[in-house]
Structure formats: C-alpha cells, structure tokens
C-alpha cells in the first residue's frame, strides 16, 4: 500500500533503521551463537539477502559494525573461526556483494584494501614460502633438512585448515562479484588473474590432498561458470547505438589495419635498410595475422561492418597479389574454405569496389595455380577455385548482375580460369547448351576462339575481353526473347 510504501520505502527513516537493526542482529548471532549450525545458517542467509538488495547494502555499508564484520571474517578472529566454512563463504558473498554494489569509489577502494589486498597477500606468503623451501631443497646446501621439517608445517591440520579458508574466501568473493554490475565483474576479473596462478601453484603442491584439491577445483568451476554466463549473455545481444558493433570489434578492424600497413611497408619500402633479414617473408606474417581473424570474421559476421570488410578485403587482394603461395602454403583446408567463402560472401553482398578486389584476389589465386600446374604440384587446395568459374559464368553473366559494371575485371578473371580450368569451362558450356538450343552457335563461336588450351597472356586476355563482351551481348538477346 502507499502508506507501507511511505514507511518502508526507499530512503525512509525505518526502512535504514530496520536495515541497521537486522545488520547489528547479523552481527551478536556470529559472536553468541557461533556453535549453533542452524541459527549461523540463517543469519548468514539473512546477511547474505541485505547485502543483494541495492537499497539495504546502501545502508548497511556505511555502518561501522559492517566494516568490523568484515574485518573479522577476512582474519577470521574467534569466534568467526568456530564457523563453518560454508558459512564464512556466505558471510564472504555478502560482504563482497555490498562493497561492489555501491557505485562509489570510496567503497570499492575501501573493499581493495581491507579485503582483497588482504586475502592477495596472505595467499602471496603461502606460496612464496612454499616456492622457497623447495629452492632450497633442491640446492643440496646445509640447510636441506631444517627446509624439509619447515616444509612438512605446510601439510599440518593447522595449515590444510587456513588453506580451505583462504580458498572458500575467494570462492565468496567471485560469488558475490557475480550478482554486481558488470563493471564490477571485470573489476574483480582483472584483478584476480594472478591469484589464479597462486591457487595454481597450490594444486600441485596439494594434488595428494582431496580436500584441497576438491574445493580449488571448485574455485575454477566458478570462474569458468561466471564466465560463460557472461558470454552467454553477450552472444548476440543487440544495441540500437548506430556505432556499437564497430566500437566493440575495434580491435579486429586494428589488427587488420596493422596487418595493411605491414604489407605497404614491404611492397613500397623507401628505407636505406641493406641489412634486413630477407629469409622473413611478411606474407607469412601477415597470413597468420589474418588467420587469427579468420574465424572470428565468420562467426561473428563481422564482415558486415563497413570499415572491417573493407579493410579485410583490402589486404586480402594485396597479400593474394604479392604473396598468394602463402595461402596455400599455410592455410589448412578449412581455414583456406573459410577464406573462399568470405570472398565469395564479397561477390554477392558488396559494392563494386569490393566485388572487384574479390575477383583480382581470384585471379591473383589462379595465376598461381598455373605456375603449379606446370610444376605437377597441384592438390585439393588448387582444385577449390574452378567452383568460381562456374559461378561467374551461371550466376553472374547470365544473371545480369551489377557486376556488369566491371566488365574488363570480370572478364579478365574469368579468362585466368578458363586457362586453369579448360575442362571444367567447356563442360560449363555444354550444360549451357542443354539449358537453351539457341544458344548452341554462340557458344561454339566463343569455344572457337578460345582454342582447346587457351595461352595466358596480356594480348590474349584483351582479345578475350573483346570476344567475351560480344558473347555476353549476344547471350542476353537471346535470353530476352
């Protein structure tokens, strides 16, 4: 009702004088009932709700009593220590969920240093002291023994203890980041990757130890959970800010551009450098680069970002250009498929200025085909491209498609592959013939003039180029009628 609204609503006197009552309740049930499972149980729960909730973990965090709550879970001071640990681990939740769930500085600041820090360092200790008896051991000095003895303390029920707290303090941790914002996710994130190298370090001192071994693996669970919520999230989630997918793929557009400058810098180098090692091919740098890229580009879709298609297919035509034994040097069939598939995704979705660096990068590919050809060292990989010579002609000519505009490229394109592939295009030719009679006499005028095995050469692409455009004419006056 309103009047209960009123009362208990936010920012009212008694909803923050019930919030510091429940908190003070919080905190005489852990110092009188330390040793009653059931009623710690509730309290932790009740902790653990106030803390949730945005407007009670606004309240109770500016409560003196929180701050030493806090301080007496993290030291675990009697008689915090009689508590089990599965609630101390409650207690961690809370205490991390009010301190992240304030959108001050001040808080998180104060949460770094008397929680965070302090956890970081006693677990830093553990592993450093551990790291150095075995230094030790292992030089064979005089103090090998006293070493051995000192090392034995760290399997004590004392330590193993201290070891499981410490540890379900940091699972606390990332369960109470895990009901924050998603600033503070990152935050906690971030700040926890060398911590995650510690706990590495004690599962391999540890891995004899079920206990220990159980709950750190329990601690990876939860990051590795955590995580893939997040990613799950954020897979496809839409935004209607006209800039977001090229703000957040910035880092691909990047490293593309990084990957163009790069191969300008080997084509035009105007530097005195003599003493380059010329053995580095930037091909193959630039390759791997784009193969990093490569399935991103195709799971994301990224290519539907104009300053990414653009610079991906910017350095695809030049790389092809200068270095196009290295796409079938290094990309394995499926990453070479995936790279095909982006060029023909290019033919069929873009404008004429990248539909055109397409084909060049198809011709470029095919001229290299030739020179293996004649060397007999083709393979599958050289065979992928004839499928282009058969979509140029069915797809695009007969279609009348915009890429008309670019006839000379076309023409020129589809000549390379005629040369590679004269089988494949006169068996094209034939299934053309079946589709329409009439079309008989100017295909077998422009197989005449082609020869059964076409020479590649700057005059016969050019006569080609003439010969082909009359064809085409002539194939859509007869498909007109």
Request: aromatic share 10%.
């Amino acid at each position: 009702s309103q009047t209960l609204s009123v009362l208990l609503g936010k920012g009212s006197e008694m909803l923050e004088f019930l919030t510091n009552y429940f908190l003070s309740k919080v905190v005489t049930n852990l110092q009188m009932w330390a040793s009653e499972s059931d009623v710690i149980k509730e309290t932790a729960d009740l902790f653990v709700t106030l803390s949730i909730k945005k407007d009670s973990s606004s309240i109770i965090i500016k409560n003196d009593l929180f701050w030493t709550l806090a301080n007496n879970v993290i030291t675990n001071q009697m008689p915090i220590q009689l508590i089990n640990e599965e609630y101390k681990r409650l207690l961690i939740k809370g205490i991390t969920c009010s301190c992240l769930n304030n959108s001050s500085d001040e808080y998180r600041l104060h949460f770094d240093r008397s929680i965070f820090q302090i956890l970081n360092q006693r677990l830093h200790s553990i592993v450093e002291s551990i790291h150095t008896l075995l230094e030790q051991i292992k030089l064979n000095n005089n103090n090998k023994i006293h070493c051995t003895n000192a090392l034995q303390t760290f399997y004590s029920e004392n330590v193993l203890s201290q070891i499981s707290t410490l540890i379900n303090s940091y699972c606390g941790l990332i369960e109470g980041g895990s009901r924050c914002s998603s600033e503070q996710i990152t935050y906690l994130f971030e700040h926890s990757q060398q911590t995650l190298q510690y706990i590495l370090d004690l599962f391999d001192f540890y891995h004899n130890y079920c206990d220990q071994v159980q709950i750190i693996l329990e601690l990876f669970s939860l990051y590795a959970e955590h995580v893939l919520i997040f990613t799950k999230c954020n897979y496809g989630k839409k935004t209607k800010e006209i800039n977001a997918d090229e703000d957040f793929n910035a880092h691909i557009y990047t490293l593309l551009n990084c990957l163009n400058h790069l191969l300008a810098k080997d084509f035009i180098d105007f530097s005195n450098d003599n003493s380059a090692n010329t053995e580095v091919n930037v091909g193959d740098v630039v390759l791997y680069g784009l193969i990093i890229c490569l399935p991103l580009i195709q799971s994301d879709n990224l290519l539907k970002i104009p300053s990414i298609s653009s610079c991906y297919y910017k350095l695809v035509s030049s790389l092809c250009e200068q270095h196009s034994e290295c796409i079938f040097r290094l990309l394995n069939p499926d990453q070479y498929s995936i790279f095909l598939s982006t060029i023909k995704l290019g033919l069929d979705n873009y404008d004429n200025e990248i539909c055109k660096m397409c084909l060049e990068t198809i011709q470029n590919l095919t001229l290299y085909t030739m020179k293996q050809q004649k060397l007999n060292q083709t393979n599958e990989k050289t065979k992928y491209l004839e499928h282009f010579l058969d979509y140029l002609l069915q797809e695009i000519v007969i279609t009348t498609t915009t890429l008309s505009d670019l006839f000379d490229t076309l023409a020129g394109t589809i000549y390379t592959l005629i040369c590679a592939y004269p089988n494949q295009f006169y068996h094209i030719l034939g299934q053309m013939k079946q589709y329409d009679e009439n079309l008989s006499i100017i295909i077998d005028k422009l197989a005449n003039d082609i020869g059964q095995k076409p020479d590649y050469n700057r005059k016969a692409k050019i006569s080609f180029t003439v010969k082909f455009e009359s064809f085409v004419t002539n194939l859509r006056r007869i498909m007109k009628k």
